[in-house]
């Protein structure tokens, strides 16, 4: 079976990651690949790491050029993303990338992001409870955010086996790629190297209620979120490290073993042997993730930690696993649990 | 008035930084500095930002070496200054850096140091409340570690006005060299640029307790701290992130109201303006400490955050700071709240 | 005396940095902060890290708002300085961060900059031959551009030593705030952290006259120079290795005679101990240069090397230093050799 | 065909790049995995974004682990290879990825390692005239070093095509990992981050024979080469930035047209459109080879620039690609061109 995908947003760092994946992927094919600013540029000036597409020219972001494709990702800012799809016909594979068709409930859309809601796709999270039955055969799926990609993975666990209460306390250090490639005074490697800061403090971040919607479902319970990203001195990755009071009874063992059944049969997820920590290193450029968990007696918290390559299986990789499902091929062709280190 | 310091440990990230501020101290003298395993080598090889103490030579740590002076700074590892203590008479004054003296509660000592208790001294962080009453004049000071100067000015406000439920969590990240200067493998370059990860998660870092003194004593009830503490890629800076739940009937005013109060006269901390966030670039060899709380209403939680430099507030500036109190003199002398930026 | 100083640009790199070594220096006042698109923010939200200027606000770059000052440092882009510094009167110490008046030859300045050659000012490098007689009591100074700073101090003395033919190689690697604070793409942190990349190769680039003029007028011959920047994953700093063959009967010890002689009584260059070779992190926030050379028999070359704070001794350290012979000064007032570090 | 390779030193950095490569081969299974002092240890502690390989054990470094494999990768410290590989047979192919076999002239060898010389072996860079049919069918293959790599194939198609003096000015600047895994203060992430340091400097750098060798080779005379490396502060890639004067006659073109001619067939090496430039994050865990060449009319000098990745197309990627050619395999197998970036 031949591929043939298309990329809208392919100057962009979510762009440019799905096309290194799509590049590796045996199956796809890649077709136009456009931009709306940069459209008439070669991707050698773009995407440098690309080789194999150097001479490719970005095309303008048109139904027109869209057409004739099996799967058309989009990588476009958030709220473009409704407008382009609705003109996909429904035989065609659409694989969002933005955060458009993402949350369940139209109040929280309208809260974070002021537009109205274009609705709720299938969601691009394989490993949370229902999610693969949801995604095999789909024409349609939106992608998770980074954030909520490391958060649900490390906290779905203990919240589908009832051993935390609704009350998740959530803080995650996230490498620049994922503020994006337009350029602003506060992501300058001069501002970035060396510091930590946070952002979107206090509720504000628009992927919290996401992460909610995702824990919510496990635990048959709304659950509550308060969420800090901070801007880490790095491209890529992201930490999170999710706490929760542990409900009555709880141990150690019973929160160790309720993370093994959940990640047993997992391809990506990989729940380190106790003592190890995960790194954002040891997952760059890789599609996997790293998980560990610790119960905290005298605080009486669970604590779970997280590691992904915020573009990779937080953005393009994602996509990616979302689509082998979609399209009925093996979850992880393409796709490696491999990462670059050091 | 001249006074003459002697550093133990001057071979270290600790002792580096306690130089270079003594260095632009207008009354003290730079006297004997020693290290163990460097002695008889030039500063200059060791530290050679330190240029005009490039030519002194390093002496071995002992009671012969450390006497006639009138202030005597022990940059040791945790465990060794209490030895060392005894021998200098009561008329220097002596300013651990260490570990050793922060506890007052020996139990606690004991489970995460495992060795006997040496005692309790008056604790260098000057903007608790009552601490500048203690070190006014004493010949003893316990500098506080790293993380609790982060997290106790960042959460103390909240406890003092009785704002904040007992439960404190907190997730901080620090740059390397708070891990010191020693060789190991996990501090390489090429394994901590690109990464973020934890360490000591699920209460076992040795700051928890001392993180849980200092929060108790301004709430007057005990206080539980999960703390996990995270190695970012930079060399310096600890950015701290510490919610706790709210008491009923606190609002985003009271809150702010109590920061404002509990810094309103302080040389050192600095309360951001509402929208402006720390950021660890922005203290960089500075002894300043930025503060910002916020009140998210929806999760019900206060979330303050704090940057300091680790080496400088976080440890040789808070040296400094609190020598300055125990020698009557101002302050500030010799201190900035001007960092080293971009 | 009180020296009332004014700073024209005060919202980018090198005016901020101007303003934290004009916060230390002991005789100056700062007097009114000028930008233009930031005119009217505090400089709080602009330069974080100045804490003591937190609550000024940024005035219009104007003659009025810098009338009346004592000196004025100009920080603005090239080709700008000129015509403000005209309507600045001949009473005012004016002091150009931008490259107008550093050319002797208009050819030069045409060539580079494409505009008409505004002048020539006192060289603000003190340490090259005959540079501090011409600073001394001037009411212009030309600060040079931090890579020539770096290159003509690392090797002026071979030259003026005629110890090398008139061809230098010189490659250097500069910190990303060396090329401003204005948002581009390239200069996002994700592009630069983990990346080294050249730029202005071939001789483009508009530091080569300079380097070219101050390395002729050590020699007495026209020196030819092959420059080529690169650009490298850190906020500050230059290291500069600048190579020239070796004239006849050159040895070690006689290009080490040259560079001990020629740094001998410098208070911010130094020559460092044999085998020890200068960092960059070693000079941060200092306004030190570190300098090593080495002559490779092998190659029949002269190595010399030279770190300096492209921010500090390459701009603003440099601004101030000559200020301070301008104004009969001890030269070193305000000014550190001690660099921030680890 | 299958080809069952062991790696010998599989716990560096070196030996983890191989695997991460091998793992990707898709005609290679990896079989012994030796270490010595890490021998007994599981992999997922020492290399864990290795996630495949996770649960196998580290051997020890014997004859009798290594026998029995079509391929043994010796990956040890310099000067070790020879006793090891002396006891495998004839029929293995043995890729030393230490320096025990690259050098022709003993004298060399002698000079700068101290040891006597064991031999010389094909030499893994299938991009130098003539490299290619001596790896053909080879059992025995001598990586190049990293700096040798990017250095000759930046510079040999200037000596090739007889453009260039024989006298080579190099600098190049390397990340972290290309000084190894062994902790020492000096590749400290706190020491390192922020710095930019020279290293060998005047000729001492054991890489500069084998430059002069490749170059010399292409020459048709005796290339002298004045090689400076600095260490960079990112943990992969190398930028090298290497010049020559240009012989009569040269001119920009002539320069083009040799660097076109000598790269227009090979897979791995992209001759960059003019006006773009190499950066080390282009090839980051990439096999590929970025080069651009310049000629500077003024100073009269050929700038050739490349970027690679050091541990890939530097150590483990020119392994395997040497590997391939060895086993008559397609010389590409299981290497790509494609970047991680951002």
Redesign the interface.
Known sequence: MAVRAAVAGASG?AG?ELL?LL??HPQVEIGALTGNSNAGQ?L??L??????L?DRVLEPTTTEVLAGHDVVFLALPHGQSAAVAEQLGPEVLVVDMGADFRLTDPADWERFYGSPHAGTWPYGLPELPGARAALEGSKRVAVPGCYPTAVSLALFPAYAASLAEP?A?I?A?S???G?G?????H?????????????G???GHRHTPEMSQNLSAAAGEQV???F?P?L??????I?A?C?A?AKPGVTAESVRAAYEKAFADEPFV?L??EG???????????N?V?V?V????????I?A?S?IDNLTKGTAGGAVQSMNLALGLDESTGL???????
Request: glycine residues 12%; aromatic residues 6%.
């Open positions: 760092y440019g290194r590049l590796a070669r050698g000036a995407q440098p790491h690309l080789l194999p150097a009350e306390v803080v250090a490498g620049t790629s503020a490639k337009t350029p602003k005074a992501l300058l490697g001069s501002e970035v190297m060396g510091s930590m800061t946070p952002y403090v206090g509720g509550s979120v308060s800090t901070t880490a001195p790095m491209p890529r990755g930490l490290t706490t009071k990989h380190l042997p190890q920590w995960p790194a954002t290193a040891s997952v760059y450029g890789s996997a790293q560990q610790a119960y905290d007696e005298a605080a009486g918290r604590i930690i590691a490696t649990t491999i990462g670059v280190a050091p």
